[in-house]
Nanobody, 123 residues
Framework: VQLQASGGGLVQAGGSLRLSCAAS????????MGWFRQPPGKEREFVAA????????SFADSVKGRFAISRDNAKNMVYLEMNRLEPEDTAVYYC?????????????????WGPGTQVTVSS
């Protein structure tokens, strides 16, 4: 599966952005999907995951209540809706695909990664 994230940009604190991830290749609906991010000078970290059917989601504590993840399997798309953005959300965001939500959350070795998209939140 190939992944391409888009939708990053510069936004003021308190604002919103929606990231999109276009997936192609093998049957995308078989994969759990998710998002990671890497803040400047820090390690990559889990943000959100969604099961293959979309019925189960999970989030990092730092984004719970502010971010939402969704998918449209008919369009092979995954979305990350980010609200009440904070400067600490500044990072490169990566779309990932894995065999299960657990694989996605843990960034398991066989998880597929797409190129990142930059999100910058100004204070």
């Amino acid at each position: 599966v190939q992944l391409q994230a888009s939708g990053g940009g510069l936004v003021q604190a308190g604002g919103s952005l929606r990231l999109s991830c276009a997936a192609s290749g093998r049957t995308v609906s078989n994969y759990a999907m998710g998002w990671f991010r890497q803040p400047p000078g820090k390690e990559r970290e889990f943000v959100a995951a969604i099961s293959s059917g979309g019925g189960s989601t999970s989030f990092a504590d730092s984004v719970k209540g502010r971010f939402a993840i969704s998918r449209d399997n008919a369009k092979n798309m995954v979305y990350l809706e980010m609200n009440r953005l904070e400067p600490e959300d500044t990072a490169v965001y990566y779309c990932v695909a894995g065999e299960s939500s657990r694989h996605v959350r843990t960034g398991a070795p066989n998880v597929k990664w797409g190129p990142g998209t930059q999100v910058t939140v100004s204070s």
